[in-house]
């Protein structure tokens, strides 16, 4: 619901290329970046290289191997179609980070646009925007989910759209009150007298101020975005089988709670990549903090 | 405090206009023809525009909105389109089940989360404090769905100790009601406990450096009361915040737990509904999560006002 307290105060423009170097090597070398990084490295790997990594087909019926636990032959066992449970978690590596990236994504860019345009303008946009914001904040992140979903139909593409309208108003939220406060800075006064554009001061000036907090408020973005589409795949309304999703997988193996594998791998999956963004982004803010310690 | 009050509420007013039009725009917006859902796919043209005119589908959308938000505020939400019954009875009868749930998960977080996050405080730097860091940041990533099948494996299927599903309503057998509510509560407990833990450890920490809790020291009281009387009265009032503002992700979870645990809640009504395309029992059910989140942050911001009168709202 609320927005977490990660801005950062304004900092003089460097070069974003060195700043970003600075701030990558501290991500890496802290060792929740290190876990965070690994870990997405690693599913991005699996996820990219499906084809090659999975042993079987993710869709393909056995009926001759249905239920069968974790062997030599079935790494994670198979499920209750005897379909191969290690592929179908590679796989869906593949359709949680697509849904994952593309929602959030999405959700930057419009909460982004947002916020800066109603910061940076001031006066009663900014106090519409900011109230059908506030609107949509209201809801609980499943509940609005559910709600478009709902008015959509459950799909893949639905549900990269309703993860990315619920996370649009965080990020319009956060970015608007890092511009309120930028936008008074010296600096900014500075290009205004100069009579530099509103595009270029918001371009060369509020956005590298704003970006770090971005970044943090993204990869914790991150994972409750995965968390929605397991919930919404979960519940029947985000991927539809036989389309492999971590979500749907744990669903069907609720089912069949004797044969713990069908949801114990899928969930362990969820686990590993969303406890990697909430490390990722503690990394990324602890970094942010040390490199405004050097201001 | 009045003042406080009548500007908060006045806030609340846009905010609760506008989510009310943004659940009328987004159940109106559903695709399909209501009465297919009233009368099924067999209906003719002319009891479906029969069925239009009753439930006053044939008006334009602004006048339907008019109407259901005057209805709404006497307490008239509509009927079901499947069911037809009214709307109000069926939330009145699912709200107990979501608010049970949702005051032991608040429980049981706090019975978990408050002494670890003052153990962690207590022993920093220590490996008790790294046991019970790691522990909180296990629990936050564990979606709720997958934690309540690992708990009814656990403690229903492998031990036996608990009913794996279900709901008797706590008047009609209070026993059987909390052994059926204790892992749904676990379930969303647990995650929550987490944050509470984190922020009764970052809290004790800053107040615990305060020059008061010297003073106190100074004067020669024991620790637990510099604890108890100083550090930790104060330290709790952002931890109070804390479980406030999570009010919305709690019934969220509850949404999901609900249909792990076959609870008929709030939440398994709304996705019932949506499968069915029931949409005024989705009004309903999403109008009073989203007034529920509205009315218990407007109450802890008065309390957090009422508690350190340095803040004003």
Redesign the interface.
Known sequence: ??TPNIAVSPVPVQPLTRLWVILLRRVATSWQGAFGLTVLAFTIVLALGANLIAPHSPIDINMDAILAAPSSAYWFGTDELGRDIFSRVVFGARISLQIVLAAVGLALLAGVTIGLLSGWLGGRWDTAIM??M???L??????LA??????L?PDLTNAMLAIAITKTPGFARLVRSEVLTIKHVDFVKASVALGATDLRIIVRHIWPNVAGSVIVFGSLAG?QAL?TE??LS????GVQPPTPSW?SM??T??DY??S?WC??FP?LA???V??AF??LGDACRDALDARLGEH | MVRMLLSRLSQIA??VL??C???FV??N???GDPTVTILGEQASAEQRAIAREQHGLDLPAPVRFVRWLKNAATGDLGRSLRSNEPVARMLADRIPVTLELTALSILVAIVIGLPAGIIAARARGSFLDVLVSIAA??S???????MG??L??LFA?KLSWLP?SGYIPFLTDPIGNLTRMILPALTIGTAFAALIMRQTRASLLQVMSQDYIRSARAKGLSESAVLIRHGLRNALIPVLTVIG?????L???A??TE??FSLPGLGRM??EG??Q?DFPV?QGA?LF??LC??VV?LLTDLLYAWLDPRISL
């Open positions: 619901m609320s109230r059908a506030d609107a949509l209201a809801f609980p992140f499943l509940v559910l709600a478009i979903i709902a008015i139909g994972s968390v397991s919930a979960f519940l029947g309304l979500g744990i669903a193996g609720m709670s004797s713990w949801s114990f969930g969820i686990f590993f969303v406890l909430n490390l | 846009t905010v506008l989510v039009a943004t659940i987004l159940t917006m559903l695709p940041m296990t936050v990533a564990i979606p709720y769905f997958w099948i690992l009814i494996m299927l794996p503002l999570q009010i919305g992700a019934l969220g979870g949404v999901v249909t792990v709304m996705v949506i499968f395309r989705i999403i999560i989203v989140v509205i942050n």
